[in-house]
């Protein structure tokens, strides 16, 4: 929408009428790689946040730092050495095991994006949640939707029982998906 004020407005996103836009955004469990592309011309950036969401929240920071005139090698470097949050998204390698924690996730688009992060696994992709807990009145909606994400992209599916786990279970009942396990406890 218009915005209102006499102050320069930059805009930034992934297409190109955006002042500041990325392009060859590629996610794997290591991380981000993306272009930046802006008036001046364009450099890559390598990140270690994973989830197509990063993309916006780093092009955010990039259009400040732009704007203050820094140095786009400034930029690149720092970039580099962001580390995810414990529990958001977070890729822990343990053994032969690609963790994905994002145990604090409580939105559906969050979900969402953990789950386009799995699938990016060549290997058996197991899913272990409560559901989406926190959705007061949505919740059984939300989780029940949720159940249709999780069939395209899960080999296994772990439930931590509760009522939004038996939402997302009637889900994956009605779309016909049987490997699933419901647990009382994650520990």
Known sequence: ???KTKARIVTYGTSSDCDIYATNIKMTF??????????????DVKSKLVGKHNVNNLLG???CSLELKTPVQDIIDAISLIKPVKHRLEIRHEGDLIIIDDAYNSNPLGF?????????AQDKKTLITPGIVEAGDATKDINYKLAQEIVKVCDQVILVKNVSADFIYQGLRDA??????IVSTFH
Do not use: H
């Open 30 to 43: 290591d991380g981000l790689i993306f272009t930046v592309n802006y008036i001046n011309g364009a450099f």
């Open 1 to 3: 929408y218009p915005v």
């Open 176 to 181: 016909g998906y049987q490997n699933v396990v």
């Open 61 to 63: 920071a990039i259009a």
């Open 112 to 120: 969402k994006n953990a789950l386009a992060v799995l699938n990016l």
